[in-house]
């Protein structure tokens, strides 16, 4: 991986958060959540699965310098589902003990959310390309 003179950030294209971004994230976001509804998940799943993306989001852009982005997506992917199983215990009455399972599992929820963010921001450079570069 070739890295930029400061040695901190990989030579990668800057991250851009403009309006062409935003849409393309509220659109790929209401396309997931109707392909939830019509496979029919509880509303649990769709309050689940909006924190797990914003929460990768934030993260991803909050550790914006670092080298491995996809290792705090599956971190932080780890945390939220430790954090909402423990509270769902706790609402339930159930017993506080967590299962080693879920760690593989929180493992695999941020990584399938770092690829959605992924491509959607990669949607969104490309259709950023594709409309500024026109040739006279």
Request: net charge positive.
């Amino acid at each position: 991986m070739k890295m930029n003179k400061d040695l901190r950030t990989p030579l990668t294209d800057t991250l851009r958060f403009d309006l062409l971004t935003v849409f393309s994230v509220l659109t790929m976001w209401g396309i997931l959540l109707t392909a939830m509804r019509l496979i029919g998940i509880p509303p649990f799943g769709f309050a689940f699965v909006s924190l797990l993306l914003v929460s990768v989001g934030a993260a991803r852009f909050v550790f914006l310098g670092l080298n491995h982005p996809r290792l705090i997506s599956m971190g932080t992917g780890l945390f939220i589902t430790l954090i909402v199983e423990m509270t769902l215990r706790r609402v339930q009455g159930l017993p506080g003990g967590l299962g080693v399972a879920l760690i593989p599992l929180g493992i695999a929820y941020g990584a399938s959310a770092d690829l959605f963010i992924s491509s959607t921001l990669r949607l969104a450079q490309w259709m950023r390309s594709s409309f500024t570069n026109r040739s006279s």
